[in-house]
Antibody, heavy 121, light 107 residues
Framework: EVQLVESGGGLVKPGGSLRLSCAAS????????MNWVRQAPGKGLEWVSS????????YYADSMKGRFTISRDNAKNSLYLQMNSLRAEDTAVYYC??????????????WGQGTLVTVSS | DIQMTQSPSTLSASVGDRVTITCRAS??????LAWYQQKPGKAPKLLIY???SLESGVPSRFSGSGSGTEFTLTISSLQPDDFATYYC?????????FGPGTKVDIK
């Protein structure tokens, strides 16, 4: 069974940093692209970033470029999102989602339950 | 950048109704369109990919159609489990934009 478990969320002050993690199990992690998607309270889904299976290709939404860094450790079956210079508008539930096998298309077939990031003083 | 819009933003319907949600792209995206369902407090679930392909395990009352700039998600006979918010998503580009969502609630 595919499982994605996010962690690392919490309360952080504006301008601060946070690193989210996503632990994957139930599939061969190293062969799938991975994604981060966020959802502000009461709002819609917003794509954040995606990474190919071998980290060759990395994409970011424009509003996250330069502040967020996606990475993965295939030996640890883990996906990460380093978030710097956080703003109040970054407050959201952050979801980890599995992408396609061997290619990075942005299609998201499995999702974790999300971790809440709150940016507030 | 390609923008995605959905209509309506909210739809009130009854069990058994046929429901259609429209998604439009600001320029042609071929068939690179997915649909997701999200219930309150839950993660989204993939329903349809490549505009009209049904994800494994998704009931056949869900169907998708369209290509280019206009797409539809149809629920042939609305069931109690289908009251949720539905999002379209552009994929297979380098920006994986979601539409703003359509909430289907009980009339």
């Amino acid at each position: 069974e595919v499982q994605l478990v996010e962690s690392g969320g919490g309360l952080v002050k504006p301008g601060g940093s946070l690193r989210l993690s996503c632990a994957a199990s139930g599939f061969t992690f190293s062969t799938y692209s991975m994604n981060w998607v966020r959802q502000a309270p009461g709002k819609g889904l917003e794509w954040v970033s995606s990474i190919s299976s071998s980290s060759t290709y990395i994409y970011y939404a424009d509003s996250m470029k330069g502040r967020f860094t996606i990475s993965r450790d295939n030996a640890k079956n883990s996906l990460y999102l380093q978030m710097n210079s956080l703003r109040a508008e970054d407050t959201a539930v952050y979801y980890c989602a599995r992408g396609d096998y061997d290619v990075l298309t942005g299609l998201m077939g499995y999702w974790g339950q999300g971790t809440l990031v709150t940016v507030s003083s | 950048d390609i923008q995605m819009t959905q209509s309506p933003s909210t739809l009130s319907a009854s069990v058994g109704d046929r429901v259609t949600i429209t998604c439009r792209a600001s320029q042609s995206i071929s068939s690179w369109l997915a649909w997701y369902q999200q219930k309150p407090g839950k993660a989204p679930k993939l329903l349809i990919y490549k505009a009209s392909s049904l994800e494994s395990g998704v009931p056949s009352r869900f169907s998708g159609s369209g290509s280019g700039t206009e797409f539809t998600l149809t629920i042939s006979s609305l069931q109690p489990d289908d009251f949720a918010t539905y999002y379209c998503q552009l994929y297979n580009s380098y920006l994986f934009t979601f539409g703003p969502g359509t909430k289907v609630d009980i009339k």
